[in-house]
């Protein structure tokens, strides 16, 4: 979204050419200069960041019937095996597989994916 913009701001412009820094130290030179900073783009101090923004709310887990993918779920990040079995047990798309089938073992692995051992 950023390149899309047709005015980049200035503060966003600065903190990039921080980051690109350690990567291609000459061209961020550059580009610090250009952009009328003073002094050298490795002594200023680094940007800050948000820890909050780093933590995911929600992961994608894979579910397997037997070892098999048959889909992928959206679950919250913090779910725990039961949570994860009753929200993959909902999804159409694993019912269909397990319809009519006995659940003999569910190994779930939180954050991951879930597997149902059915015979």
Not at 41 to 58: I, M, R
């Amino acid at each position: 979204e950023f390149t899309k913009l047709d005015v980049r701001p200035r503060a966003a412009m600065l903190q990039y050419v921080q980051c690109l820094a350690p990567f291609a130290p000459h061209i961020a030179e550059e580009l610090w200069q250009i952009l009328g900073e003073t002094g050298s783009v490795h002594t200023s101090a680094f940007p800050d960041f948000d820890q909050s923004k780093l933590v995911l709310s929600e992961v994608e887990i894979v579910v397997q019937v037997s070892s098999k993918i048959r889909g992928k779920l959206v679950v919250p990040a913090d779910a725990d095996s039961a949570v994860m079995e009753s929200m993959a047990k909902a999804d159409s798309a694993v019912q269909k597989h397990l319809e009519g089938k006995q659940i003999v073992k569910v190994i779930a692995v939180p954050g991951k994916l879930i597997n149902f051992i059915v015979k």
